[in-house]
């Protein structure tokens, strides 16, 4: 049987709690085991404070990028990110023979020697 407790980020960080771990090696250790094995963490909030923090931004950030006009779109899932640039942008894209030629024209020598 699993118990969950459920707890506020502050009462984390403010050291309300602490961290219990129970390293084990197989999946029915005795009360032995989990006594001799177990290691409590107090303070592991304010340790933890300045990752806290950049997490916040990042989500901030990505809460932001992912809004959309709907013509660009920014997608994160599980930590991979894709791009959806809608249909407005790319059916005024250049055409094949027009796009090789701009790939010629970028890639002149005499105009990269004089950017």
């Not at 197989?26 to 806290?52: C, K, M, N, T, Y």
């Not at 894709?82 to 059916?91: L, M, N, T, V």
């Amino acid at each position: 049987m699993r118990h969950y407790l459920t707890m506020s980020v502050k009462d984390f960080f403010n050291g309300l709690l602490a961290l219990c771990v129970v390293p084990v090696a197989d999946d029915a250790p005795s009360p032995e085991v989990i006594r001799e094995r177990s290691r409590f963490v107090f303070g592991v909030g304010a340790q933890l404070s300045e990752a806290w923090t950049a997490y916040q931004e990042i989500e901030k950030a990505t809460d932001a990028a992912q809004r959309t006009d709907g013509r660009v779109e920014l997608e994160i899932i599980e930590g991979q990110v894709r791009f959806k640039i809608g249909s407005e942008i790319w059916a005024e894209g250049l055409r094949f023979d027009a796009a090789v030629a701009e790939i010629v024209k970028r890639s002149n020598p005499a105009r990269l020697a004089s950017s």
